[in-house]
Every structure is written in C-alpha cells, then in structure tokens.
C-alpha cells in the first residue's frame, strides 16, 4: 500500500482528524482516505468529558463524532490503535509502528497536544490523574465518589471544570494556581475574579500564587500535596492540568518548519506543500490580529480541518473565521470570542454580581478584539460579529445596558 497516488492520509483521530476525512467527502474527495489514530476508538468529542461525561450524565455514543456506520458508508479507513512513526517525504509515506507503510498524495496531521507534567518528587504516587482522553476521563470517574479529597494543580479551564463536576459528585476541591489569579493567561482579570468567587461560593477551596513542592504519601498512595510555604493539603487524588504542547515531533523529524507547533498558512499547509497541519498541533495565522497562533479549541480543530480539505479538493479556502471557546462551570456558561491582542481598554456590559455580564476588549480607536461572555449570550454572539466585521464601538454606550447590543453591531 505504498503507491499514494490520490490517496489522503490523516495522522490523528482526534476532533481534527475526524472533521476532515468527513469535509474532504463532502468536497468531493473520491480517492483513498485513511486515518491513523493512537486511541482504541473511532474519532469523540473531548468537551465533555470533564463535565457531563465524569458526571454519569451522557453514554459512550452520545460522544462520538459520528457514528461508526459513517466511516463505512463513506469508505474512509480508520486505523484504530495504530501509530504513526516516521514520515518520508521524499517518498511520501509514512510507517506505522507496526512497520505498515502508508503512502499517499496529501498528508493531514493532526496529532494534537500533549500534556505538561508536574516536574516535583512524589509523582509516582497513585492516583496522580491528567484529563487529556476518555481513558484519563474514566480513571477520575473510578476515584471520585462523596467525601473523597482531590487537589487540582492548575487553575485553566479544564481543572475548573473539573472541580465544578467533582464538587457536584460530592468530593471536596482544592485548586492550587502558581499566579496571583485564576485563568491568568486566557482570561481577563474582571473574568478571573468573577469564577473566582464564584467557585468558593461553591465550596472550592482555592490556593493562589501557590506553588507546589512535591506530592506526599505512603505505601505508594498520595496523601497530600506539600506547598512552596511548607503547609501541606491533604489529598486523597491529585489531578494535574498545568497545560499542554504540540504533538509536533513527528513533523520536526520530517523536518517541517516548527515554532509553538507546526507552522502553516491560511491554508492549512505546511513547509511542504503535501503535507497540512490541523487543531492543536498547528501554528496558524490570524489576519485579523497580524500573528501566528496556536490554539486548542474545538472551533480552531473544525475550521482548519475545513480549510485542508478545501484546499486538498481544489476549493476556495473559507474566510479566516472569529476563534470562539467555551466552558460550562456549575451554573456558568462562559462563552469568548476573538483574541485580546493590542487592547487599549476593557469594558464590562452588565452586572457581575448578578451573575450576567460580558467584557469587551476595544484597541485604542474603539475596534472590538474579543469578548467574554458569562450567562449572556447575545452579548456573546454580537461581539463575535463586531470582531469580524471590525466594529469601532463607542465604549459609554458599549457600557450602558439600557443601550440595546443591536444598535452597537451597525
């Protein structure tokens, strides 16, 4: 199976990779497709698996991307349980582990991110939990029940989220962040504070500027997490979520240009034009920002798995799209859009205190980059409009409530 010649294969099965087997179809691919993913399952969504998924509230199928009968019907191979090791692109195949080699005419990585790991002694302990797949997801469910202990290090998203489920469980939540504030890379301070408050209301204990000095414990189980000031949280679990890093060492042996991920256009190419990257292993650039960036998102894995197979079929590339991101905590719906480069000033619609409200971030002449959203999604859905159209808003009005979000978008 080494002759290519119009074949696709796709290095991931992830989001990414499972959204572009089924848009190079849908563009009219009639050649080969074959998918190579190292998990034991066809492609799933990860959104829930730190929400609805630890919380017993959705089945296996109800996660799938698209039903195994999909896969069938449109002859697209997945390679379940395969890896893929090397790339030749002089010869353009790639070997599996397993000495498989696979040529082809395009190549899709989507190979995705990797987790950090905590670099402190006592990780060995068990159990030391991450949340990056389904099998990670199902070790957090078999130690979570009503009175169990867990400390979180790491207060981004997914170790909110976390927290928000295990509190619902009946666990108690600890969350230790090394910054002076919650989400501090990703969110602004009027956000930060809000989940904040928010969570200890809940009854998360939160620990910030906080750093950890080593996991403590006996008889090889963890029994508490020791800080930088030598106090010492008790724990029965310690989940990790200190972030993650591209999945581009594959394409850095192929030697692919690589930077924060592996480097591609607008697009979806890369350094050899036979070969795209998508979804969070790639580095991408944003016109609207003037910058390469790379981001995990579910949004950021389906567009650029639309502009590939574009691309791969001879379409028109879509229009660089507005980033968008989410995330359900208790009774949050956090919803951002945009990216807060170059902002001048922030401007906050509505009443944190009532749990309502959006910020917008505004460059120096009024131009709206990004909004976040908690519990108001028009606000949400107006911004991520003003963003693209690059709506110059006048931030009084912006402010005032009473001002209806319609007459700002003209």
């Known amino acids: 199976m080494t002759d290519g010649a119009g074949r696709v294969v796709i290095v991931g099965a992830g989001h990414a990779g499972g959204s572009a087997a089924a848009f190079l179809r849908q563009f009219g691919w009639a050649g080969e497709i074959v998918m190579i993913g190292t998990e034991t399952l066809m492609p799933y969504q990860r959104p829930p698996l730190s929400k609805a998924w630890l919380k017993g509230l959705v089945a296996h199928a109800d996660l799938e991307l698209r039903p195994p009968t ?12 395969a890896t893929a090791a090397a790339i030749d692109r002089a010869q353009r195949t790639v070997t599996q582990a397993d000495g498989t080699v696979v040529g082809y005419e395009r190549m899709i990585l989507a190979t995705g991110s990797r987790l950090r790991r905590l670099a402190v002694p006592g990780v060995e302990l068990s159990p030391i939990l991450e949340l990056r797949d389904i099998a990670d997801a199902d070790k957090i469910k078999g130690v979570l029940r009503p009175g169990q202990r867990l400390v979180i290090v790491g207060g981004g998203y997914v170790g909110l989220e976390v927290a928000a489920s295990a509190i619902a469980i009946g666990a108690t939540v600890t969350v230790i962040e ?9 969110a602004s301070a ?14 998360v204990t939160i620990e910030l500027a906080a750093s950890v000095a080593a996991i ?15 106090r010492t949280i008790a724990a029965d679990a310690v989940l990790v979520g200190i972030g993650a890093a591209a999945n581009d060492g594959l394409a850095r042996a192929a030697g692919l240009v690589c930077a924060d991920g592996i480097k591609v256009d607008a697009a979806a190419r890369t350094s050899d034009p036979h070969i795209y990257a998508i979804g969070d292993c790639s580095c991408r650039p944003f016109t609207l920002y003037w910058r390469d960036v790379r981001l995990e998102s579910v949004g950021n894995a389906v567009e650029q798995a639309k502009q590939a197979a574009s691309d791969i079929c001879g379409k028109p590339v879509p229009l660089a799209e507005v980033p968008w991101f989410w995330s359900d905590q208790f009774d949050m719906r956090l919803q951002m859009a945009g990216l807060a480069f170059d902002v001048a000033d922030t401007v906050v619609r509505g009443a944190p205190n009532d749990g309502k409200f959006a910020v917008f971030h505004l460059k120096d002449d009024g131009c709206v980059q990004a909004v976040e959203a908690v519990n108001m999604t028009p606000e949400y859905m107006a ?6 159209k690059r709506t110059v808003v006048d931030a009084v009005r912006l402010a005032d409530v009473t001002v209806p979000i319609k007459q700002l978008m003209a």
Do not use: C, P, W
């Not at 090394?178 to 990703?186: G, N, P, Q, T």
């Not at 009027?190 to 009854?203: C, F, I, N, P, Q």
């Open 216 to 230: 403590e414990g006996a008889a090889g189980k963890v029994a508490g997490v020791r800080l930088a000031d030598g």
């Open 178 to 186: 090394r910054e002076a504030r919650l989400l501090a890379r990703v």
């Open 383 to 388: 911004g991520r409009v003003m963003i693209g």
């Open 190 to 203: 009027a956000l930060s504070e809000h989940v904040l408050a928010h969570h200890r209301t809940k009854g």
């Open 70 to 81: 999909f896969y069938q019907t449109n002859h697209i191979d997945v390679r379940v349980g």
